[in-house]
């Protein structure tokens, strides 16, 4: 059974960094494309992130590019994003994905399994 699990979310003041983390079990990690999905209240879940099977290319978000970074380690069936620089405006429930491919993905629809998701507030 595949499963994810995102931990690393807190309370974090403006301007400081945090580190998500995203364990993967029961599959082969390494054959699928990992991203990072958001959600504030009111608001519909967004694209943050995306990294391909190898690590190779990745892709953010323009509201986060220069200050998030995705990462992956394989042999550990884990996956990362290193947050820094945060904002209020970063405040939200992220989630972790994993979607069959061979690239980055870059929309919700196009993964196929998803983390319960982690708590981030920025507070000013």
């Known amino acids: 059974q595949v499963q994810l699990a995102e931990s690393g979310g807190g309370l974090v003041q403006a301007g400081g960094s945090l580190r998500l983390s995203c364990a993967a079990s029961?599959?082969?990690?390494?054959?699928?494309?990992m991203g990072w999905f958001r959600q504030a209240p009111g608001k519909e879940r967004e694209f943050v992130a995306s990294?391909?099977?190898?690590?190779?290319?990745?892709s953010y978000a323009d509201s986060v590019k220069g200050r998030f970074t995705i990462s992956r380690d394989n042999g550990k069936k884990m996956g990362y994003l290193q947050m820094n620089s945060l904002k209020p405006d970063d405040t939200a429930v992220y989630y972790c994905?994993?979607?069959?491919?061979?690239?980055?993905?870059?929309?919700?629809?196009?993964?196929?399994?998803w983390g319960q998701g982690t708590q981030v507030i920025v507070s000013s």
């Open positions: 994905a994993a979607g069959s491919g061979w690239t980055i993905l870059t929309t919700s629809g196009e993964y196929h399994y």
């Open positions: 990294i391909n099977r190898g690590g190779s290319m990745t």
């Open positions: 029961g599959w082969s990690f390494d054959t699928y494309t």
